[in-house]
């Protein structure tokens, strides 16, 4: 378990306890602190004091909180910077909607545990011939466990046999993986999700799959043992696409990359977006408006367009870090 699951969480981000404890300062002060200016207009209703460094972005992007009053129970995030070095935008801008101070993960974990189902062990062929793979969240505390806006969607990961680190990028599923309530004793089964792309570059041998539960700090089971032919293999590769070069295969992760960026630019110029799309009379004005704002090519500015409001929440956008890293990695393997 990573020392970031004992953090406290607000709303997704996890927050060390001692910067929780800070005093703070006026956002104006701390965004000084980092050449960004704070329009007045737009973070009216926001704390006074109490503004703290939450988490700072591989991109170079700062995450800033304030506790909304004195409880400490809900806070209010803004963002410094949006992780463009060639053309920062120094700009402060502040989530509208309060995030709630959470139990760490590891805290909101306690009590659950995964195992593999004997039926997943017995018939082993069924799972490898499409029925899939699941794996049991079971409760072994002494009291009902309850979720706290968690997900119980399971990532599934194949590796070599005897191989121990494992590194995936995942998306939520939206709100259709939600969790419920396990008393003592009880579980709940749920599917593994084994990305088609993990089947690709897979050879005939010994493997394990891993499952893990993101969005929770639940230990992952011991993996399971698959032994892999090239019919099983071939079964399960996605159907070949057009790509049949690494020139190509670049091109489209490059590609992927650039509209998950849009994706993040969007998310923190949020109000312009949504006001251009609003006030657009079509799609493709939409997605030109969209496209002079982000500074982006015509097909990220698309994919920005048609995303769903779900996919911009802090959670998602997270995400999409994972994703933009899980990506970058297979591009540097080409």
Known sequence: MSDSAEHPQIGYLDVPQAVIDEVGVPLGRLAAEFGATVDERRVRGIPADGWRVLQRWETGAVVVGAPVDASGRSWRIAQLGDGHPEAPNRSVRVQSQEMPLRPSRAERSRGLEMRWPESTRRWMDDALDGVGFAVDVVNTGESVWRPDGDPFHVVGVITPAGQTDVGFGWMSGGGHNRAVALAPGEYARLPVNVGDAQWRDLEPGSYGLRAFLPGLAVPSPPPLPL??????????????????????????????????????????????????????????????????????????????????LVDVTDEAIAQTHGLITHLEGRLADL
């Open 227 to 308: 032994e892999l032919t090239a019919e099983v293999i071939e079964r399960h590769r996605p159907i070949a696409r057009d790509i049949s070069t690494p020139a190509e295969e670049k091109q489209q992760l490059e590609a992927q990359i650039v509209q998950s960026r849009a994706l993040l630019a969007a998310r923190h110029r949020f109000s312009e977006v949504a006001d251009a799309v609003v006030s657009a009379a079509t799609r493709e004005a939409a997605r030109d408006e969209v496209q002079r704002i982000l500074g982006c090519d015509a097909l990220a500015a698309n994919t920005v367009v048609h995303t769903r």
